[in-house]
């Protein structure tokens, strides 16, 4: 396992991520900022900017997750902002969604076993005297390569780690939003297969908090129902649209009439659904338009 000051992410080096991290886990990015003027990343968008831009997994990112893991289920993790905790949790979640649906982990290790290579090595040494990013790569850099599938492997490999830390923020003590993060990054890693027992712990979990709470957070938990393999039919009758919509979505109700018919009715009045917003479904008329595209064939004119 490397260390920040032998690691890069996106943009190049990663030295002094530990601390960027160790900011954003005080909720002091503002005093930061004004005590470096200069700094090119900011505490926050470091995460998704540079640690998992665009879904890449680098070795910066394995370091990012294994240090926010065990960070963020302090209680006073982002100091007087707990929005940030909120975010440190759904940043996990991605990057368990990069980790799980990224190229064939088979293939990553045969290439990660050169990650000890002489040439590796080298190639780190040059590369890390430098601030190049990946996206300027070329075939000289194929030794990089190597350590990414080696990152994607270690992230892999971490992710039973991460179950029963986020489990924890599971609690009705915690905050809804805190919550529901944590549901979404659960319901991903029993995909695991070393976490596939808690399967049914997890979809339990989602479709009894899908009957209480705000809207926003049933909306939320009936998209991890999806996410799990259930058909959430139940919810295709529930007096919020945005939670008929989340139950539509779900996979296994392709080809389900009621399904169809509440994604028509939200794609013909897409104000309706103003202001729904979910981490997972950043935008919802356009996964509702998606859906539609990809399962007209089933539903027919």
């Known amino acids: 396992m490397s260390s920040w000051d032998r690691a890069f992410h996106a943009y190049g080096p990663a030295r002094g991520g530990d601390e960027l991290l160790d900011v954003l886990q005080r909720g002091g990015e503002d005093t930061y900022l004004k005590d470096h003027p200069g700094a090119v990343w900011q505490p926050y968008t470091f995460l998704w900017t540079a640690l998992h831009c665009g879904g890449r997994i680098t070795p910066a990112t394995v370091l990012g997750l294994r240090h926010l893991v065990s960070a963020v289920t302090a209680d006073d993790f ?19 969604r990069s980790a799980l649906t990224g190229n064939d982990l088979d293939s990553a290790r045969l290439i990660a076993a050169r990650r000890n290579d ?16 990946i996206f300027d790569w070329d075939a000289g850099d194929a030794p990089g390569q190597v350590l990414i599938a ?16 986020l489990s924890t923020l599971l609690a009705p003590s915690q ?26 712990e997890i979809t339990a979990y989602h479709a009894e908090q899908a009957c209480q709470g705000s809207p926003r957070y049933r909306e939320s938990m009936v998209l991890g129902l999806g996410e799990l393999g259930v058909t959430p039919t139940k919810w295709l009758s529930d007096a919020e649209l945005g939670v008929r919509v989340s139950a539509a979505l779900a996979p296994g109700l392709v080809g389900d009439e009621t399904a169809a018919e509440v994604l028509r009715l939200a794609y013909l009045h897409p104000a309706a659904l103003d202001g729904l917003s979910l981490h997972q479904l950043p935008s919802i008329n356009q996964a509702v338009a998606e859906a539609l595209g990809e399962r007209s064939a089933e539903w027919g004119p």
């Open 118 to 133: 002489p040439a590796v090595h080298e190639w780190l040494d040059e590369f890390l005297r430098q601030e190049r990013s």
């Open 150 to 165: 080696a990152a994607r492997v270690d992230c892999f490999d971490f992710l039973p780690e991460c179950f029963a830390p």
């Open 78 to 96: 982002g100091g007087s902002d707990p929005t940030l905790r909120v975010a440190a949790v759904w940043w996990i979640r991605d990057v368990i």
């Open 175 to 200: 905050p809804e939003e805190l919550r529901a993060a944590a549901a979404s990054a659960t319901a991903l890693l029993v995909a695991h297969p070393s976490l596939r027992r808690y399967h049914d």
